[in-house]
């Protein structure tokens, strides 16, 4: 069976850090690009994160540019994202999905993960 499962999220005071994990199973994550996204109550979910195949490329979304990673480690199946600085306006629930086309920004998403909430409050 195919699967995205996150983790790595919680509960961080502001200014905090925390590093999500997007971990595949049943499928190659290095055919992959793979991107991180987030929803806030009453926002529509708006990306964040991707990195390509190679790992040569990444984007950012201008929120949390020179704050957040994206980072890929291919032998464990894993995708991360450091994030740093957190802020109050991070606080989301985030999900990891993938791109067999393997370029950013993604054109296509062919599987999400279930979603990991980040709650960054004092």
């Known amino acids: 069976q195919f699967q995205l499962v996150e983790s790595g999220g919680g509960l961080v005071q502001p200014g905090g850090s925390l590093t999500l994990s997007c971990t595949a199973s049943g499928f190659t994550l290095r055919h992959y690009a793979v991107g991180w996204f987030r929803q806030a109550p009453g926002k529509e979910r708006e990306g964040v994160s991707c990195i390509n195949k190679s790992g040569g490329h990444t984007d950012y979304a201008d929120s949390v540019k020179g704050r957040f990673t994206i980072s890929r480690d291919d032998a464990k199946n894993i995708v991360y994202l450091q994030m740093n600085s957190l802020k109050p306006e991070d606080t989301a629930v985030y999900y990891c999905?993938?791109?067999?086309?393997?370029?950013?920004?993604?054109?296509?998403?062919?599987?999400w993960g279930q979603g990991i909430q980040v709650t960054v409050s004092s």
């Open positions: 999905a993938t791109d067999i086309m393997g370029v950013c920004p993604q054109v296509r998403f062919d599987y």
